[in-house]
C-alpha cells in the first residue's frame, strides 16, 4: 500500500528554554493541524537518549500523555543520531502494512541546558566500548575518517582544510535564509579557519552544534501530493576499526541500494537532497556513498558549484545537521520535514529549489553503522518505468567482520589513521592523541599517545612502536632507541 504525508511540524532549532516534551507537542500541533487530525491511530517516537539528557524514560507514554491522546499506542523507536528516520521507517511500515490509516512520527531531543564535556561523554556512549574506553569520540573517530580520506585520495593538508571550509560555508550560507535553523549567518574563510581546533583536522566549524528542536510528520494511507517512494536502512559494525573502509560507510550503500530498488529510482533521477553532515567531511563521504559522485570525487562536485543552492544537485538545502543543528534524536526527520517544504513549494523565496519533485534524505547512526536512506516525491510526478527495469546503482559494499579483540601485545604496528583530540569527554586529559594501528599479524587495534600533542609531525603509513600500558594499547614513533630496546628485550627472552 503507498503511504503518503499530510502534515509536518519543526520547532525552531537552537537552545530553548522549553521541557523536550514542549517542544514535540509544538511539532506534533503543527503536523495534525496541517492533516485536519486531532486522533491518529498510533505514535511512533523518536528520542535518542532522553534518559541521560533530561532525566525521564518511558518517554513514549509521557507524550502521548502531553499531547491528549491517552490510549493511543505509542512506541519509541532508538537508532543513535539517526534515530528521526528510524521512527519514520517503523511508521511507514505500519501504514504500509494497511493496519493503519494515520499515523504520528514524532522526534526531538534536549541537549542545550547540559555541558560541552558532559554532551560528549553521553554522544560518546554510541561507540563501541573498547574505543570508547580510550576516549575515542564523535569528532575523534570522524577527524580519522577525514585522515584517511585526504591519504586515500591524495589530498594535500591544505586541500583538505580548504574542502572542509567550502562545505561548512556552503551550509552556513543556506542556513542563513532558514528560519528554522540554529544558525542563520553567513561564515569565511577567515571565519573557518580562525575557529578552534576541536579533533585535528576538524575544527568548531566542521562539526554540528549541540542543540534542542523537534520535527514531526504525519504520515497516511490516502493520497495526498507527497508519497513516500523508498526507503532503505542497513547497519555496520560497532567497532569503526574492524570496517572494511575507513573512507565510506557501508551501511549508506547498502540502505541507498534498498530505497533506490524500492522506489524504482537511480542516483541521476534524485533532483535534490539532505545528507547527514555532522561532520563537514560525511557530506562529502555521502554524496559518494548515494551515488551521486565516484568515491573521491564528490569534493570537485562542490569545488564546481554542482551541490550549491543554485546547482544542478544541491545537497543540503537546509543548512544541514551543520547550520540548522542537530538535536540528534530529530535531525533524521527534519530532513524529511526540509524535503517535504521543497516539494510542496513552501521553503521560502530564497531557498525554494526550482527543481523540486524528488527528494532523498540520508541519515547516518552512530558513526556510521545505523544507516537510513529515504526518498519522497510529488504523486503527480511523471515517472515512466520500463518493463525489467534494473537500478543502475551497484556500489562497492564490502561487508565488516566483527573480530574478536586480541590480547594487548607489544610490538611494531602501522599507523593507519590518527587525531589528536582537544575537546575530550569527562575523565580524560587533553589533549589526547589517538589512532588507529595495524599490528604485525594483521588486527586493527585503537592506541593512544597520552604523551604526544604534535599531530603535523605523525605520518600515516609509518611504522610505529605498540606498546601496553594498564591493560590499553599506546603508540610511539618508532626510533633507533626504541628499537633497541626492543632489540636488547627479545635478546633478552631469547637468552
Known amino acids: ?4 504525508i499530510s502534515g509536518v511540524g519543526m520547532t525552531k532549532f537552537g537552545r530553548s528554554k522549553e521541557s523536550l516534551e514542549k517542544m514535540m507537542t509544538e511539532a506534533a500541533s503543527s503536523a495534525l493541524e496541517e492533516a485536519h487530525l486531532e486522533k491518529v491511530e498510533a505514535i511512533y517516537l523518536g528520542v535518542m537518549n532522553a534518559e541521560e539528557f533530561v532525566g525521564d524514560s518511558n518517554f ?7 499531547l491528549g491522546l491517552t490510549g493511543t499506542p505509542s512506541t519509541r523507536v532508538e537508532t543513535a543520531s539517526s534515530t528521526g528516520a528510524g521512527a519514520f521507517e517503523t511508521a511507514f511500515y505500519a501504514v504500509a502494512s494497511g493496519h493503519m490509516k494515520h499515523v504520528l512520527v514524532l522526534a526531538g531531543e534536549k541537549m542545550t541546558h547540559l555541558s560541552t564535556a558532559k554532551t560528549t561523554r553521553i554522544l560518546s556512549e554510541v561507540i563501541d566500548r573498547s574505543e570508547r574506553r580510550y576516549g575515542a569520540t564523535m569528532p575523534a573517530l570522524a577527524a580519522m575518517i577525514a585522515q584517511k580520506y585526504a591519504r586515500e585520495f591524495n589530498l594535500s593538508p591544505m ?8 562545505v561548512a560555508i556552503k551550509n552556513h550560507s543556506n542556513g542563513s535564509l532558514n528560519p528554522y535553523a540554529q544558525f542563520r549567518k553567513i561564515i569565511t574563510k577567515e571565519d573557518y579557519l580562525k575557529s578552534q581546533m576541536v579533533a585535528f583536522p576538524l575544527r568548531l566549524y566542521d562539526c554540528a552544534p549541540i542543540t534542542d528542536g523537534a520535527s514531526s510528520i504525519i504520515l497516511t494511507s490516502q ?4 508519497r513516500v517512494s523508498g526507503i532503505g536502512h542497513a547497519t555496520d559494525t560497532a567497532a569503526v576499526r574492524h570496517r572494511t573502509s575507513f573512507t565510506s560507510f557501508n551501511s549508506t550503500k547498502e540502505a541507498a541500494q534498498k530505497a533506490y530498488t524500492m522506489a524504482q529510482l537511480n542516483p541521476s533521477d534524485i533532483q535534490f537532497a539532505e545528507v547527514h553532515d555532522a561532520f563537514t567531511l560525511f557530506e562529502i563521504i555521502g554524496t559518494e556513498d548515494l551515488g551521486f559522485f565516484p568515491p573521491g570525487e564528490g569534493w570537485k562536485a562542490l569545488e564546481e558549484g554542482i551541490t550549491h543552492l543554485q546547482g544542478r544537485l544541491p545537497i543540503n538545502p537546509s543548512g544541514g545537521l551543520k547550520a540548522r543543528g542537530h538535536p540528534v534524536g530529530a535531525s533524521g526527520l527534519a530532513q524529511l520535514v526540509e524535503i517535504v517544504y521543497q516539494l510542496k513549494g513552501k521553503a521560502g523565496k530564497e531557498r525554494q529549489l526550482k527543481r523540486a519533485e524528488v527528494g532523498l534524505a540520508s541519515s547516518i547512526g552512530g558513526l556510521g ?12 510526478r511523471t ?3 520500463k518493463e525489467g527495469w534494473r537500478p543502475d546503482y551497484h556500489p562497492d559494499i564490502r561487508v565488516s567482520q566483527k573480530k574478536p579483540a586480541p590480547p594487548p601485545s607489544e610490538g611494531v604496528g602501522i599507523l593507519k589513521t590518527f587525531t589528536t583530540l582537544y575537546a575530550t569527554p569527562e575523565g580524560f586529559r587533553s ?43 599506546v603508540f610511539e614513533k618508532l626510533t633507533p632507541w626504541n628499537r633497541m630496546k626492543r632489540w636488547f628485550k627479545g635478546s633478552s627472552k631469547s637468552g
Open 1 to 4: 500500500m503507498d503511504v503518503y
Open 60 to 66: 513514549a507514554t509521557l507524550l502521548a500523555d502531553t
Open 159 to 166: 586541500k583538505l582544510e580548504d574542502i572542509l571550509a567550502r
Open 223 to 226: 493520497p495526498t501530493p507527497i
Open 369 to 380: 553503522n545505523n544507516n537510513l536512506v529515504t526518498i519522497l516525491e510529488r504523486s503527480d
Open 383 to 385: 515517472q515512466i518505468i
Open 431 to 473: 589533549p589526547l592523541t589517538l589512532g588507529l594501528v595495524e599490528t604485525e599479524t594483521g588486527e586493527m587495534v585503537m592506541a593512544c599517545n597520552p604523551d604526544y600533542h604534535f599531530p603535523q609531525k605523525l605520518k600515516m603509513e609509518k611504522k610505529v612502536c605498540l606498546k601496553t600500558r594498564e591493560g590499553i594499547y
